[in-house]
């Protein structure tokens, strides 16, 4: 089993619709968690830490469930510019990256 | 500060010949990730040091790589003999602590 999995996509939304993604982990022992958005030919950049709380950052909201080991992240009222793969990312000792999920939003 | 910087931007070399790829870290972190990437495996940890020194370099595929950090401001990926299946795009990263990683613009590197 891979240490993060996550659905490849791509998901086609059209602008404006809310879209999640989820994202699994092996390591219990896991301290951290973060989405991370890479756009073409880009180095990833981090969108944002995943609490255990549950966090928002504007139209981002990310989750997190120990018990059952994933992660989600919801964007609300897409826009075009939310177009990129996004990460997800679980650290413990060392910094693991999922696959990335690819987004395109349709005008 | 500028960043991570990593050097060269592109790298096109062939099959056999020796590959060095170069990082400097953001100055202050303390831990620095090599990181490869590829359509079909995605974003694959290879090595990280913590204070200058390798902790975990179960992700190198085999003995043809290597990697050195003599100081906290550079480190080097080294890819001898290099093969075509090496061809992907090399990423430097640096974080402090459990903070967030900061990754460089990395290197494309293509083995003909």
């Known amino acids: 089993r891979k240490e993060v999995e996550q659905d490849p996509g791509p998901f086609n939304v059209p602008e404006g619709a809310t879209v999640a993604f989820n994202c699994t982990y092996s390591?219990?022992?896991?301290?951290?968690f973060f989405w991370y958005r890479q756009d073409c030919r880009k180095e990833p950049k981090l969108l944002m830490s995943?609490?255990?709380s549950g966090n928002e950052d504007g139209r981002f909201t990310a989750q997190l469930n120990r018990a059952s080991q994933y992660i989600s992240l919801l964007i609300r009222d897409s826009k075009l510019s939310d177009s990129a793969t996004y990460l997800c990312v679980s650290q413990g000792d060392k910094i693991i990256f999922g696959k990335g999920t690819r987004l395109h939003i349709l005008p | 500060d500028a960043g991570v910087i990593q050097s060269p931007r592109h790298e096109v070399t062939e099959m056999g010949q020796e590959v060095t790829l170069r990082c400097k870290p953001i100055?202050?972190?303390?831990?620095l990730f090599w990181y490869r990437q590829t359509m079909m495996r995605g974003l694959e940890l290879l090595i990280y040091?913590?204070?200058?020194?390798?902790?975990?370099d179960s992700g190198m595929p085999e003995d043809r790589f290597s990697a050195k950090m003599p100081n906290a401001s550079f480190s080097t990926l080294k890819i001898q003999p290099s093969e075509p299946r090496d061809s992907a795009v090399y990423f430097c990263?640096?974080?402090?602590?459990?903070?967030?990683?900061?990754f460089g613009q990395g290197t494309r590197l293509t083995v003909v």
């Open positions: 390591n219990s022992a896991s301290q951290s």
């Open positions: 990263a640096s974080s402090y602590s459990s903070s967030e990683a900061f």
């Open positions: 040091f913590n204070n200058n020194v390798p902790i975990d």
């Open positions: 995943v609490y255990s």
């Open positions: 100055s202050g972190h303390d831990y």
